[in-house]
């Protein structure tokens, strides 16, 4: 299968989407000692479509996350999710964090459940919602357990039915399965892409790992080096689905796609490695 043209940022970024970022530009300080971590980053993600985020270490991706999921507010342009400017925390977003938010003193079931237990719903439907959601992510038996009982990848699993539990119709996800071993994290992705693929919800996905954002994403949108970072390209990812994470890497068009990625992506990774040698950029 022959890697498909890639597409201008700009042609991808005509129509708006669930979730559109319009010149976004995000500031942190003021007067000469201000920095700017992206700079006029425009960018679409439809309904049912998994775009995953790459570029360099600094350059932005948890940045333009945060705006969307309305925890930081852009010093120029807008986010909007479903047609309406971004104010305050976007309800319809669930976000997953590279390290997970369980609460030590509570159980797998009691962790998944109290989501919607804040949201006012009775604590006997919230149980048992917890306890379809957790048999769905394979830890049928393990919901009586506590976190320092679980391992990273069970903690993981928890952590995402956390996620998903409020039904939310996008995801956001900051590099989720990075502290994981290369196996594990595999089977994370094949259980993810399984729970996706059931209603398709909107993804937008963080990662250094470029294989796993080909592996998982229909779009693979790649983001230039610190300070200033902009959306430098946006590839399509024509791969058949439903995939397998380590079957779909053995088929020759992965690695075209892998090859193309990198060179809009070599260039920046080697920019950022200079600015930190220099003691620059986060």
């Given at each position: 299968m022959p890697v498909q043209p890639q597409a201008s940022v700009q042609s991808r970024a005509a129509g708006a989407g669930i979730v559109h970022l319009d010149q976004v530009s995000v500031r942190f300080g003021s007067g000469p000692s201000a920095y700017e971590a992206v700079k006029g980053a425009t960018l679409d993600v439809a309904a049912g479509e998994f775009v995953a985020i790459v570029g360099p270490t600094g350059c932005g991706?948890?940045?333009?996350?945060?705006?969307?999921?309305?925890?930081?507010?852009?010093?120029?342009?807008?986010?909007?999710?479903?047609?309406?400017?971004?104010?305050?925390?976007?309800?319809?977003?669930?976000?997953?964090?590279q390290q997970d938010a369980l609460m030590?003193?509570?159980?797998?079931?009691?962790?998944?459940?109290?989501?919607?237990?804040?949201?006012g719903v009775s604590a006997l439907e919230a149980r048992e919602r917890a306890q379809d959601l957790l048999a769905q992510v394979g830890l049928a038996r393990f919901t009586q357990r506590y976190p320092h009982q679980l391992s990273g990848g069970q903690r993981k699993r928890v952590a995402l039915a956390q996620m998903l539990i409020r039904n939310p119709s996008i995801l956001l996800m900051d590099e989720p399965f990075g502290p994981l071993?290369?196996?594990?994290?595999?089977?994370?992705?094949?259980?993810?892409?399984?729970?996706?693929?059931?209603?398709?919800?909107?993804?937008?996905?963080?990662?250094?790992?470029?294989e796993e954002a080909i592996s998982l994403a229909d779009r693979v949108v790649v983001m230039s080096a610190a300070p200033s970072s902009r959306i430098m390209a946006d590839h399509?990812?024509?791969?058949?689905?439903?995939?397998?994470i380590n079957e779909i890497r053995l088929d020759p068009a992965f690695h075209e796609y892998r090859r193309a990625i990198w060179e809009d992506l070599r260039d920046e990774v080697m920019k950022a490695y200079g600015a930190q040698d220099k003691g620059e950029g986060a």
């Open positions: 991706k948890s940045t333009l996350l945060n705006v969307v999921a309305g925890l930081l507010e852009p010093s120029a342009g807008q986010a909007l999710v479903n047609g309406r400017k971004v104010e305050g925390v976007t309800k319809e977003a669930g976000y997953l964090f030590p003193w509570k159980t797998a079931l009691a962790n998944v459940a109290v989501a919607l237990e804040i949201a071993d290369a196996q594990t994290r595999g089977m994370m992705g094949d259980l993810l892409l399984s729970l996706w693929s059931a209603d398709r919800k909107a993804v937008l996905f963080v990662t250094h790992d470029l399509r990812i024509d791969l058949p689905r439903p995939r397998s």
